[in-house]
């Protein structure tokens, strides 16, 4: 990582940005500009119209995941996914459904489950199953498995899922994703997919058995949660071809740009608040490069900056990652989002 410059000791305040006349969503090219939201906002004026004026996509963050769908065996409720759904198909807003499966999100239930592993795998595909057809024609898309290779050596991750179903779990997954809706388009997500090779190389042979196999995947989701520093460009275009090359279309799904990852700042400094522009300008236009086929959408994970995860989990209060500020007003990541769309 870079450290900062000497002039990032003098904090500056980064000024308001005037909004274009032209907004994220009329600029876009073919592919979706999206945004990941919980649904108590969506009772709040103040994020619904930005929401309705910039975005056309949204993704829940946190409630269509399984530990808030089916907290326990046999009991779904379904009230904050059907808030965010219908709120969306009120609005014309297209649904990415996030996520069916992921190790992070499943419900102690299942976790300790104490049947059998073909008992398991019949509670998942029975999840699975009811969460695609109660949204089939309404969620257009969904992300099937999230993060499901490790972080080290390109291994699978040694989830539940893994250990109860088997090394293909994610494969059947898939199949009963597409059992139950003939034309969502169903992606596989993952982070670190720009700079952890091993990963991506495990994900890419992943994809490579599962499309010689007829197994039903039709995107790959890269969840871009970067710095204003690193990945390179030049990381982020290799990664960004390599899946191009395998001809499933591509989500930059969960984008956001820390400015301040080495905690060496405590206000968002003008320099540095320019510096984030510019990588939002250069993540979005490499993306707007690829060839229209490819194309699905960029999804900004939250809406402003101290609504982000990243504040807590990287315990940093000092951090500015998204489009707006603690007071819904357009940043300078705002204009270099909607530059890289020119």
């Known amino acids: ?40 906002r969506l009772d709040m004026n103040s994020y619904t119209a930005i929401i309705e004026r910039e975005f056309e996509s949204m993704t829940s963050e ?9 907290p326990s065996k046999g009991n779904y409720n379904w009230s904050k996914a059907d808030k965010i759904v219908n709120y969306c198909v009120s609005k014309g807003i297209n649904i990415h459904g996030h996520a069916l499966i992921w190790h992070s999100s499943t419900p102690d239930w299942l976790e300790n489950y104490s049947g059998t592993d073909a008992q398991f795998e019949q509670e998942v595909k029975e999840y699975i199953t009811a969460v695609v057809t109660r949204y089939k024609d309404k969620v257009s898309s969904w ?16 989830t539940v899922f893994r250990q109860r179903m ?38 890419f042979e ?20 970067i710095s204003y520093n690193f990945p390179s460009k030049e990381q982020i275009k290799a990664a960004t071809d390599r899946a191009v090359d395998t001809g499933l279309l591509l989500h930059y799904s969960e984008l956001d740009i820390r400015a301040n990852p080495n905690k ?19 993540v979005v236009q490499i993306y707007n490069t690829i060839p229209t086929a490819n194309k699905f959408g960029i999804t900004v994970w939250g ?34 989002f909607l530059e890289g769309l020119q």
């Open 143 to 158: 992300d099937v498995v999230n993060e499901g290779v490790a972080d080290q050596n390109g291994e699978l991750r040694n």
């Open 303 to 336: 809406l402003k900056d101290n609504d982000s995860w990243l504040l807590p989990h990287h315990n940093n209060t000092n951090e500015w990652p998204l489009l707006y500020d603690a007071n819904f007003k357009a940043k300078k990541a705002y204009t270099g």
């Open 206 to 225: 992943l994809v490579a058995d599962w499309k010689k196999r007829n197994i039903p995947i039709d995107g790959l989701g890269y969840q871009m949660h």
């Open 1 to 40: 990582m870079l450290t900062s410059c000497s002039k990032d000791e003098d904090p500056i305040p980064a000024v308001d940005v005037p909004l274009p006349t032209k907004t994220l969503k009329e600029s876009s090219n073919g592919f979706f500009v999206g945004m990941a939201m919980n649904s108590n």
């Open 166 to 203: 088997g090394d293909d779990y994610m494969a059947k997954c898939f199949q009963w994703a597409r059992e139950a809706d003939s034309d969502c388009k169903l992606f596989y997500n993952d982070y670190n997919m720009t700079s952890n090779i091993s990963k991506q190389n495990k994900v």
């Open 264 to 282: 060496d700042i405590i206000q968002l400094t003008a320099e540095r608040s320019t510096a984030q522009q510019l990588k939002y300008k250069e």
């Open 62 to 70: 946190w409630e269509m995941k399984m530990n808030i769908i089916l």
